[in-house]
């Protein structure tokens, strides 16, 4: 019994690595090398144990299960743990909020994008936090501040605690858990990242489908501060022992290498994966700077359409279980190009994808700016679409342009303009509806925007002129 205790806290003790060591200067045969578990955990340059690299082939030759399938679904519950804090996990709040504080939609929208754009500047720092500290502590650390959040928003009592509410949320849920998730599998994945990724992000279009309709019955059941401490529950008991007790910060920790590979298949695809640019290095390429664009418009469009949902839908004459179905739509379609995105990211060149996806956005917006009331609930599944392939390239293409060395402090740069965009959106939506007679001015705004972003994206070609997709080899 006292045996089995020690190896239990070993075990659990060595999920929690030291810190990583200082980034060494390598030469261009030199690289990051995973075959030694204990010298890649801690970041270490250097020599390999053959022995253990070959013991390691021969286990997952023998048929041991790749661990990174179990990391998956934990990855998947991580983002869909952050709808607390993105604009659909508040979409069905924003009537309360505004009753309870005697709130317009304008000041609302204002108080959201302020909080919004704060949240945007931590980022990067957050970013580098976790590269310092490691994935699953930083994991672990951000559920139990948005399980706080949650009962402190509970506990709101005006418009100042109400924002610092938004400010939190929307650094812990689509800032901080959502670079983790995504991180964790660029962890564990590497030819099959678009794979994991399209999986992962299904998991989050069906939270996009089913997360409103349960909010909105803990709303109707408990009033909505009621339902923010059922979530707050929801969190502690379900998402953080999994995370406390399942979740491995590296495939080296339990002896394995990316994609459940052979050592010996892992040694000609690390030299191209392990790298990675600095934040200044990423800076001088052009498809960052596309891909930054890309992502911002993305979460302008898409923030703007989701706060706005029921305000759209009411304007041209429907009701509120239309804009209900609308996310619904949109859900399905995002799933499926999810799935369908994660096959093609793995094979084609990612400016192509791009170009589609924004090009798309644009599509949805002139769907809408015509004021059409057929075309709402079509408009909101195509935008899907386009959901759906931009969070395959936002979780592959960083990685993968710019490698994973320092891919949290990119990472976090990326959501710095995802969120600075989202901050934008629900407020240019606002200020139409309420003093332009109408959304139309701002949703052809958006149309015109997308369109252009979407040319830039021809440009937007992998740093080295490399543009092949991993398995297009």
């Given at each position: 019994m006292h045996s089995d205790a020690v190896r239990l806290y070993y075990s659990l003790a060595s999920d929690f690595p030291p810190f990583p060591s200082p980034a060494l200067p390598m030469s261009t045969t030199e690289v990051l090398d995973e075959s030694t578990p204990a010298l890649a955990a801690e970041g270490v340059v250097g020599a390999t144990s053959e022995h253990g690299a070959d013991s390691v082939a021969r286990d997952q030759a023998a048929g041991k299960l790749f661990y990174g399938w179990l990391m998956l679904p934990l990855a998947m519950l991580m983002m869909i743990a952050t709808s607390p804090g993105q604009t659909f996990?508040?979409?069905?709040?924003?009537?309360?909020?505004?009753?309870?504080?005697?709130?317009?939609?304008?000041?609302?929208?204002?108080?959201?994008?302020?909080?919004?754009?704060?949240?945007?500047?931590?980022?990067?720092?957050?970013?580098?936090?976790?590269?310092?500290h490691g994935l699953r502590?930083?994991?672990?650390?951000?559920?139990?501040?948005?399980?706080?959040?949650?009962?402190?928003?509970?506990?709101?009592?005006?418009?100042?605690?109400?924002?610092?509410?938004?400010?939190?949320?929307?650094?812990?849920?689509?800032?901080?858990?959502?670079?983790?998730?995504n991180n964790t599998l660029a962890r564990w994945f590497d030819r099959r990242l678009g794979m994991a990724s399209g999986m992962m992000q299904v998991a989050m279009a069906g939270a996009n489908a089913f997360v409103p309709a349960v909010m909105v019955l803990l709303i109707e059941a408990f009033g909505w501060r009621g339902a923010y401490l059922s979530?707050?529950?929801?969190?502690?008991?379900?998402?953080?022992?999994?995370?406390?007790?399942?979740?491995?910060?590296?495939?080296?920790?339990?002896?394995?290498?990316?994609?459940?590979?052979s050592h010996a298949h892992h040694e000609q695809s690390s030299r191209l994966s392990v790298r990675g640019l600095t934040l200044d290095e990423a800076r001088r390429h052009a498809s960052f700077w596309i891909m930054l664009a890309a992502t911002a418009t993305w979460a302008m469009i898409g923030t703007g359409f989701v706060f706005h949902l029921e305000?759209?839908?009411?304007?041209?004459?429907?009701?509120?279980?239309?804009?209900?179905?609308?996310?619904?739509?949109?859900?399905?379609?995002?799933?499926?190009?999810?799935?369908?995105?994660?096959?093609?990211?793995?094979?084609?060149?990612?400016?192509?994808?791009?170009?589609?996806?924004?090009?798309i956005i644009a599509m949805s917006s002139s769907m809408l700016a015509l004021g059409i009331a057929d075309l709402l609930l079509p408009a909101f599944a195509v935008?899907?679409?386009?959901?759906?392939?931009?969070?395959?390239?936002?979780?592959?293409?960083?990685?993968?342009?710019?490698?994973?060395?320092?891919?949290?402090?990119?990472?976090?740069?990326?959501?710095?303009?995802?969120?600075?965009?989202?901050?934008?959106?629900?407020?240019?939506?606002?200020?139409?509806?309420?003093?332009?007679?109408?959304?139309?001015?701002?949703?052809?705004?958006?149309?015109?925007?997308?369109?252009?972003?979407?040319?830039?994206?021809?440009?937007?070609?992998?740093?080295?002129?490399?543009?092949?997709?991993?398995?297009?080899?």
């Open positions: 996990g508040f979409s069905f709040f924003n009537a309360k909020f505004c009753e309870a504080f005697a709130l317009s939609q304008t000041k609302l929208s204002a108080t959201y994008l302020l909080a919004t754009v704060l949240a945007s500047v931590a980022l990067p720092y957050i970013g580098a936090l976790t590269d310092r502590r930083s994991s672990l650390v951000t559920v139990v501040a948005l399980v706080g959040v949650c009962v402190f928003i509970s506990q709101a009592q005006g418009i100042v605690t109400l924002f610092l509410s938004f400010l939190m949320f929307r650094i812990l849920g689509p800032g901080t858990l959502v670079l983790l998730a979530i707050a529950s929801i969190l502690a008991v379900s998402l953080l022992p999994l995370l406390f007790f399942a979740y491995r910060e590296s495939p080296a920790i339990v002896g394995q290498f990316p994609d459940g590979d305000a759209i839908f009411l304007s041209q004459g429907l009701d509120k279980g239309t804009s209900t179905r609308a996310m619904t739509y949109m859900a399905t379609a995002m799933a499926t190009a999810q799935l369908l995105g994660g096959i093609l990211a793995d094979r084609i060149a990612l400016r192509w994808l791009i170009v589609t996806a924004v090009g935008y899907g679409i386009a959901q759906g392939l931009m969070s395959i390239i936002a979780s592959t293409g960083w990685a993968r342009y710019f490698g994973r060395a320092h891919l949290g402090k990119i990472r976090g740069v990326s959501l710095t303009a995802a969120i600075a965009g989202s901050s934008l959106g629900p407020l240019l939506l606002a200020v139409s509806g309420d003093y332009l007679g109408g959304f139309a001015p701002s949703l052809w705004l958006f149309a015109a925007i997308a369109g252009v972003t979407a040319v830039a994206g021809f440009w937007a070609t992998a740093p080295g002129g490399n543009d092949e997709a991993p398995n297009d080899e």
